[in-house]
Nanobody, 117 residues
Framework: QLQASGGGLVQAGGSLRLSCVIS????????MAWFRQAPGKEREFVGS????????VLADSVKGRFTISRDKAKNTGFLQMSSLLPEDTATYYC????????????WGQGTLVTVSS
């Protein structure tokens, strides 16, 4: 079970941090990702993190502005968003899969990020 939080309204150029808690006893066995979906658009991959070793992958559209991290002690992954643009406005979802799998089978409820110009 995943629980995402941290969305809200921010001005262009501002920052927000999203959090995603995974309810599991084996946090390090998972890969967590962030996706986003803007109104009328398809869901877009934002980035992912291997929760064991911390290796991250970021979409080109957010490189240099977003970072992904995790806190093993809190079973939580983070998406730090900076230099936000109006086109970053979307509902953001965290997702996860066991590292032995390839498809994201666990999904959070989504949190809305609105960037005003």
């Amino acid at each position: 079970q995943l629980q995402a939080s941290g969305g809200g309204l921010v001005q262009a150029g501002g920052s927000l941090r999203l959090s995603c808690v995974i309810s599991t006893r084996t946090f390090s066995n998972y890969v967590m990702a962030w996706f986003r979906q803007a109104p009328g658009k398809e869901r877009e991959f934002v980035g992912s993190i291997n929760l064991s070793i911390g290796r991250t992958v970021l979409a080109d559209s957010v490189k240099g502005r977003f970072t992904i991290s995790r806190d093993k002690a809190k079973n939580t992954g983070f998406l730090q968003m900076s230099s936000l643009l109006p086109e970053d406005t979307a509902t953001y979802y965290c997702a996860a899969h066991h590292r032995a799998q390839s498809e994201y089978s666990l999904w959070g409820q989504g949190t809305l990020v609105t960037v005003s110009s």
